[in-house]
């Protein structure tokens, strides 16, 4: 009888999880910022702490004229530059480069995929992994139908003898509904849908991970998440660079395309979505699909009513100056791309109607932040005579995503001798709590990539359904009056009328 | 650090709010993040333990803040109680509140030390873990713990500093298994963590990793043969680790120890088990070999590693299997230390070799390992119980 079984029986009782198989990745585009900031130093990381089994191997496709040892050379000053463990541990990184190689070619030139697919069979061989290949598309968004349908022609799609392909691709996944749609089928062609990867890297980090745990492992808090007892939800992630260098790329997107669509609308979902039947890939991303059906569409039509739009003028943010956006290279003088964007929206379900969820994002502004406050109503009336009601600031739950992590909640509290009462803060800050530095989100989600666990990517469902959201907004804005760009200073809190928007609903922006 | 001669339950309480009080205003206003997660209960027998305890101690602090009763008692003619607070705190990083805990430490001498559990008790922080660490040679027959069994959620010791490490691994396993009657036993029963078995954690991972990879899997279920070797501290070997690595191996892939389970050549100790022969029938078995060697000082491979003989403990794993196709799996720890280099080799196939961190952790890293656990370890429970059958052979 054969006693084999699938599990490792040597994994029961240790704290770290199941290493994947060996993989060798593919990175085209290998020779950007990407690759060296944040692909290699996680992959390193994980190495590094004993996640990645031995003969994992990444091979990096690019145009220029680098070769195995010049490749290993950048990444290296990249992992030191960038690694959250610092400089490399010199004997590890050693054994480490020996599985990093480089492969020469134009994305459009068959010939370097057909070498491609003789450098990955000698790799197998060589190094044991089995014909476990991740591609991963690294590079401008211009080139990815071309990467794909070549992969598709040599026949990279799927491995051979019996190993497992997959595919990460990189935002922006389109820039419009159509778009989406369109590399969605040119992917379909080639892959099934479990061999894609969209990756959103919001979703790797840990706070985000934490809303779920947050709300669906204490009793506390669910009982109050629902329209009786939810004012509204602020959501901001506020960036204080400007575009920098990537002014080409972000005049042709904006801020609504390069922000709100991904990271914004998932952290939406997972406020807003209904606890799933299991944990697994599929039950999450229904219930977040679920929540992208039944936000109310914001018609061209209402774009004024809904969202609001801003571009910085020139200005300084901590001291540095920073340039108007109009200013920046690569970017039109007339430029009516939006740096600043603030949207209202609701969720018609039994739990949210008539609970508005406000989403704001932007450059400039004056600090990095990320959060989520949850605003519950007021007491309906006022016990203690001494402090008028209009005193009294209602209790809000915060999830702060970056750059403190931790989960804050504001109660109001009788001041110690009067008859007073001021909000107060409880915090919880991971730092302080658990004294564990957090990994970067790029080595949760490369390493859930290779053991085929989709749950923090995008599944084409939800890309899709989130688009045809921020799609009829753009129309209506292009169809709309060119606005009064710049309308906020570098270093301010977006346009003045963006309090305005807020101010209508007699409810204000949280100060950060 | 204040001091407190009059060993007055209030007195202590009272010592410590001023202390926060104190430490608030010296922090110029910043905020003081007084953060506790758990009870810390230690018992040294010299100040060398104490201060050593107390060090540890102050590293906890970043990962779990604590309150820390460290009871140092000694012989005397004359009874002696005194007690001291202090709080421990953390350079605080650019931005970050200062994170504190707190030590009290009681000092008892003669016919005081009697009285020491009884200090402990009220001074523990409600609500929160009570976890007893008691280094040293024979803890199990420490008074404090009989006295704090009841309230104790988990025990902390060392094997690697038992006088007798066969006795005291049969005694663990029957801690572990809770077989005694009376308060805190049964489902209450104090989970046991054994420092000794937290550092072998690196060599656990690095092994189980092979058999991650779905190809190798099969190998696992044709181990014949296992090679633990280790360098002993002080040129004295002690076979503990490898009994835990081997109960480890047995416990989980269901080999049994023979009735003659045990043979010893010198220091070298073979354990014959058997295990289920795979495809040849549900009652056949095959038998497996496990032998765990000291690398003593005239060993080629000690002589030319000069660093292996200044940090005993394990150096190589191997594990091989014969039956069918040829496979070896092995780590083996590698010249620089705190790495060591895993090579997976199938006849017939390229060898893949990698070198991984194999950190051989500091007290401070291994408790901070066992106090993240909440739950007993049962792989533990089960590797000990297995290494503690060897060790009944060693009687």
Not at chain 1, 401 to 408: F, K, L, N, R, V
Not at chain 1, 501 to 510: L, P, Q, S, Y
Request: net charge negative.
């Amino acid at each position: 009888m054969e006693t084999t079984t699938l599990d490792n029986p040597l994994r029961s009782g240790l704290r770290i999880g199941r290493t994947p198989e060996p993989y060798t990745m593919v990175i085209f585009g290998a020779t950007g910022d990407l690759t060296s900031r944040k692909l290699v130093p996680a992959l390193y990381n994980l190495a590094r702490e004993r996640r990645l089994p031995g003969g994992f191997s990444v091979v990096g496709f690019a145009r220029r004229e680098w070769d195995d040892a010049f490749f290993r050379q950048t990444l290296l000053d990249g992992v030191n530059a960038n690694s959250r463990s610092g400089a490399v541990e010199p004997a590890l990184w050693e054994s480490f480069a020996q599985g990093i190689f480089y492969h020469r070619g134009s994305f459009d030139e068959p010939a370097a995929y057909a070498a491609l697919a003789e450098q990955l069979a000698k790799i197998d061989a060589e190094r044991g992994t089995g014909g476990n290949r991740v591609f991963y598309l690294a590079t401008p968004p211009e080139s990815y139908p071309e990467i794909i349908r070549q992969l598709g022609a040599h026949g990279l799609g799927h491995a051979p003898s019996g190993g497992s392909t997959r595919i990460i691709v990189e935002k922006p996944f389109g820039r419009d509904l159509e778009s989406a749609k369109s590399l969605n089928q040119q992917l379909l062609a080639v892959f099934d849908e479990e061999q894609i990867f969209r990756i959103d890297h919001y979703l790797g980090k840990e706070t985000v991970q934490n809303i779920l745990v947050l709300r669906f492992v204490n009793s506390i808090f669910e009982p109050l998440w629902d329209r009786r007892h939810v004012d509204h939800v602020q959501i901001t992630v506020a960036e204080s660079i400007g575009v920098e260098d990537r002014g080409g790329y972000y005049d042709s997107s904006g801020a609504t395309r390069d922000m709100i669509q991904n990271h914004l609308t998932q952290l939406l979902c997972l406020v807003a979505m209904e606890p799933p039947v299991v944990y697994d890939a599929d039950a999450v991303r229904d219930e977040k699909v679920k929540v992208l059906r039944a936000i109310q569409p914001i018609t061209p039509e209402d774009v004024a009513q809904y969202t609001l739009r801003g571009q910085y003028s020139a200005g300084s943010v901590s001291g540095r100056p920073i340039n108007g956006y109009r200013g920046e290279r690569g970017v039109a003088a007339a430029s009516q791309t939006e740096t600043y964007v603030a949207l209202k929206l609701f969720v018609n379900s039994w739990r949210w109607a008539g609970v508005p969820f406000y989403l704001r994002s932007g450059k400039a502004l004056p600090r990095r932040v990320s959060e989520i406050a949850v605003q519950f109503k007021t007491v309906p009336t006022m016990l203690f005579a001494d402090t008028p009601m209009n005193a009294i600031e209602p209790n809000v739950l915060t999830i702060k995503i970056q750059p403190d992590e931790g989960i804050s909640l504001k109660v109001g509290s009788k001041v110690p001798g009067q008859a007073q009462i001021r909000p107060v803060t409880m915090d919880f800050r991971y730092g302080t709590s658990f004294g564990v530095a957090s990994p970067e989100a790029y080595e949760r989600l490369l390493l859930d990539c290779m053991l085929g666990d989709g749950t923090l990517f995008t599944r084409r469902d939800e890309v899709e359904a989130s688009w045809s959201l921020i799609t009829p907004i753009h129309q209506g804005w292009d169809a709309g009056p060119a606005q009064p760009f710049p309308n906020y200073e570098a270093g301010t809190w977006g346009p003045a009328a963006a309090d305005e928007f807020m101010a209508r609903d007699g409810r204000a922006w949280r100060r950060l | 650090m204040t001091t407190a001669h009059a060993v007055d339950i209030g007195a202590i309480e009272r010592e410590l709010r001023q202390l926060w009080k104190e430490n608030a205003a010296e922090a110029g206003g910043q905020a003081v993040t007084r953060a506790l997660t758990l009870n810390l209960v230690a018992r040294a027998t010299d100040s060398a333990t104490a201060d050593m305890i107390s060090a540890v101690v102050q590293q906890l602090t970043a990962s779990h803040p604590n309150r820390t009763v460290l009871a140092v008692v000694q012989a005397a003619a004359e009874p002696w109680l005194e007690a001291y607070v202090q709080a421990n705190c953390l350079l605080p990083s650019r931005g970050a509140p200062q994170v504190c805990g707190e030590q009290i430490t009681i000092n008892a001498r003669g016919a005081a030390v009697g009285q020491v559990a009884s200090l402990v008790l009220p001074l523990l922080v409600p609500d929160l873990p009570v976890v007893l660490w008691l280094p040293g040679p024979a803890p199990l027959d420490d008074p404090l713990l009989g006295r704090l069994r009841g309230v104790l959620d988990r025990l902390i010791v060392d094997s690697r500093s038992f006088t007798d490490p066969a006795a005291g691994l049969l005694q663990l396993a029957t801690f572990d298994a809770a077989e005694h009657s009376g308060p805190g036993n049964g489902p209450q029963a104090p989970a046991l963590s054994d420092l000794a078995w937290t550092g072998l954690t690196p060599w656990r991972e690095l092994t189980a990793q092979f058999f991650d990879t779905r190809p190798l899997l099969p190998y696992l279920h044709r181990i014949d043969r296992a090679e633990i070797s280790y360098v002993p501290a002080d040129g004295k070997p002690n076979p503990l680790e490898g009994l835990l690595i081997a109960g480890w191996l047995a416990a989980c892939l269901g080999w049994s120890p023979l009735s003659d389970g045990i043979s010893v050549q010198g220091d070298t100790l073979r354990l014959h088990l058997r295990r289920a022969a795979v495809g040849v029938g549900p009652s056949a078995t095959r038998p497996v070999t496990v032998e765990i060697s000291p690398l003593l000082p005239n060993h080629p491979q000690i002589t030319q590693i000069a660093q292996m003989a200044e940090q005993p403990g394990l150096a190589a794993l191997h594990l091989r299997a014969v039956d069918g196709v040829t496979a070896d799996f092995s780590v083996v720890r590698a010249d620089e230390p705190g790495y060591a280099l895993t090579t997976a080799q199938v006849a017939g196939q390229a060898p893949v070799r990698r070198l991984a961190r194999c950190e051989q952790p500091g007290l401070a890293d291994l408790l901070a390992a066992e106090l993240r656990l909440l739950s007993r370890d049962r792989t533990f429970g089960a590797a000990l119980k297995m290494a503690s059958a060897f060790a009944a052979h060693l009687e």
